[in-house]
């Protein structure tokens, strides 16, 4: 939902940055303001060009270049690098902002750099906290389901407060509740879940939407004579050149997307409360079997369902919290083996600039661009293949 006033008010501030008066005389072509509300397109953000060089630490190389696709080298074992372009510069039109590793041999690990800032700007520090939190824990929870192609395994992470080393700029991200409709730069802490949070850090790398936009649609307001506010027309909805993805994409519906990895029971977690009353039992948590599931015998259990979006830490395995107390944690949810990334997902993220990526590449400008019948610039030319239904662009096939 969005509030159309706002709305309004945001897009006459945009026709005056953006374009000026001049191109806005009525009865002149109709260009679409950049997107707002699923701020894919956000101005330039100045921090990228005080990013840190790639040689601050040895294994590192240079940051790779996303304007020219090209054939390029995978990285090597615990090799890094920054994988950073503004909007103007992806070759999807997204941004992308992360640190790329390969830390094994089909392993990858993208760190993304974040602050989350309250809207209201108050309790600054305990927002950002339990932000990275809820974050961290939403991609310990995918973990297991960001696979590529050929069984690699991507895990994001954030970097930690006073991390050093390679990084990419930190990254602002307001955060507020109520009804508006949240993207890459704003969360909605009432409705944002971990499917939406992976969703919107996969921004982060450059990944486009997937879905038939139905709800942003602009045009000049009519009551208006001086021809310089915008209203919404959802009829004419923005982004219609956009390809799209199936409907079980994460860049696309989301939920269905968590739900075919993980089944509908998909948050659940279980953890076992274990408080030691005898010696055998706190030998079994000395050198614990990493099977173990259940309080052993001689300890007094609190076994607890929970939820991996509102509760503390859900990495598998035993925490220790005193000499006779220790916690199990369990991941109960039945992993489908369904990845939550598509090929061309894990591809244009691991492999970023690569010449592989060029139909995903191809397919993903056109996402934020409206056509000429909707009041917009008009449709790139893409290949059919982006709209043929397939949704093979997504899949790394193509035949032309
Ligand atoms: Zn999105």
Request: proline share 8%.
């Amino acid at each position: 939902m969005q509030n159309t006033k706002l709305f309004s008010i945001a897009l006459i501030a945009l026709a005056f940055t953006h374009f000026g008066f001049a191109r806005h005389k009525k009865n002149t072509p109709v260009v679409l303001p950049p997107p707002t509300i699923e701020q894919h397109c956000p101005p330039p953000h100045e921090e990228l060009a005080q990013a840190q060089t790639a040689n601050t630490i040895s294994t590192a190389i240079a940051p790779v270049s996303l304007a020219q696709p090209i054939q390029c080298e995978d990285l090597q074992e615990g090799q890094s690098r920054l994988v950073q372009a503004k909007d103007t510069e992806s070759p999807t039109t997204v941004h992308h902002m992360y640190k790329l590793t390969r830390t094994g041999a089909t392993d990858y690990e993208v760190v993304l750099n974040l602050n989350f800032k309250p809207a209201n700007g108050s309790n600054a520090e305990m927002i950002n906290k339990e932000f990275h939190e809820k974050a961290t824990r939403c991609y310990q929870a995918a973990d297991r389901a960001l696979l590529g192609p050929s069984g690699e395994h991507l895990h994001i992470r954030l970097a930690t407060p006073n991390e050093e080393g390679l990084l990419p700029p930190v990254h602002d991200i307001n955060v507020a509740d109520g009804r508006f409709r949240g993207d890459s730069d704003d969360y909605n802490s009432s409705t944002f879940d971990c499917p939406t949070i992976l969703h919107e850090s996969l921004h982060l790398m450059g990944l486009v939407d997937e879905y038939k936009e139905t709800k942003i649609g602009l045009v000049l307001d009519p009551k208006d004579p001086s021809g310089k506010s915008w209203v919404s027309d959802t009829k004419l909805n923005a982004w219609d050149c956009r390809a799209i993805g199936d409907n079980d994409s994460i860049m696309s519906g989301m939920e269905k997307a968590w739900s075919k990895s993980f089944g509908e029971s998909r948050m659940t977690f279980f953890q076992v409360d274990c408080t030691c009353r005898s010696p055998k039992c706190k030998k079994a948590f000395m050198h614990p079997d990493p099977n173990l599931r259940d309080c052993p015998a001689g300890g007094q259990d609190s076994p607890v369902a929970l939820s991996a979006e509102t509760n503390g830490s859900f990495e598998p395995g035993i925490k220790v919290l005193g000499p006779d107390h220790f916690v199990i944690t369990k991941d109960m949810r039945s992993f489908s083996g369904a990845s939550l990334l598509k090929p061309a997902h894990f591809n244009s993220i691991a492999h970023p600039g690569c010449a592989e990526n060029l139909p995903y590449y191809q397919c993903a400008a056109s996402a934020y661009k409206t056509s000429k019948e909707h009041n917009g610039e008009g449709c790139p030319v893409t290949p059919s293949f982006c709209h043929d239904g397939t949704t093979n662009w997504t899949k790394g096939i193509t035949t032309r």
